[in-house]
């Protein structure tokens, strides 16, 4: 079993609709969960970072962590074209300096005009 | 603009041959990564360095290695080129004082004939 599993996709949406991501994780020592964002095989641009359980809201997305279920989501509200990308989840294990990520494969996302 | 820069962007070289990487983190980002980006394997981390210390090893070959400058810039080195090396590789960089979010470059996209 992967530490990380994603759901690939593809994701397809029209322009406005509500877009949910997901990740689950079998290692209950990841504290720290982000998700990033890839066009087209450029660097990963860092969207939203997350420590432990709870929500974070920024703007139109929200991520979600439930530890107790290995869980972790991402939100998208009134997508956009131009959210069309990859979207990865990452974790990390918090002590000592070891602050590897370990991401998932990514989701591709089309938000459809 | 993340502010971590690589180069080159691209590189195309031949099986058996040797390359080096560059990369110069953000202004006072203390911590390099490197990563390796491939269709099949996805994002997978390869070694971290901290101040010019190796700090974590992910699955690196024993034909790569790096190293982190006084200046902290790092360099990635592959050598005995394999087909099989051709991916994109990531570096990202971070600062503890910042809460170790890792901020990644654009990537060097590396082609082995």
């Known amino acids: 079993q992967k530490e990380v599993e994603q759901d690939p996709g593809p994701l397809s949406v029209p322009e406005g609709a509500i877009v949910s991501l997901n990740c689950t994780y079998s290692n209950s020592a990841f504290q720290y969960f982000m998700w990033y964002r890839q066009y087209s095989r450029k660097g990963p641009e860092l969207l939203m970072y997350t420590y432990s359980s709870g929500n974070k809201e920024d703007g139109r997305f929200t991520a979600q962590v439930d530890k107790s279920s290995k869980y972790i989501s991402l939100f998208i509200r009134d997508s956009q074209p131009s959210d069309s990308a990859t979207y990865l989840c990452a974790m990390s294990a918090m002590g000592g300096s070891n602050y590897k990520l370990t991401f998932g494969k990514g989701t591709l996302l089309t938000v459809n005009p | 603009d993340s502010g971590v820069t690589q180069t080159p962007k691209h590189l195309i070289t031949a099986t058996g041959q040797r390359v080096t990487l560059r990369c110069s983190p953000r202004?006072?980002?203390?911590?390099v990564y490197w990563y390796q980006q491939s269709l099949d394997q996805g994002l997978q981390f390869l070694i971290q360095y901290y101040n010019g210390e190796e700090r974590a090893k992910g699955n690196i070959l024993e034909r790569f290695s790096a190293q982190q400058f006084p200046d902290l810039h790092s360099e990635l080195n592959l050598s005995s080129l394999e087909l099989g090396d051709s991916a994109l590789y990531f570096c990202?960089?971070?600062?503890?004082?910042?809460?170790?979010?890792?901020?990644f470059g654009p990537g060097t996209r590396l082609t082995v004939l």
């Open positions: 990202a960089s971070s600062n503890r004082a910042l809460g170790d979010t890792q901020y």
């Open positions: 202004s006072g980002d203390l911590s």
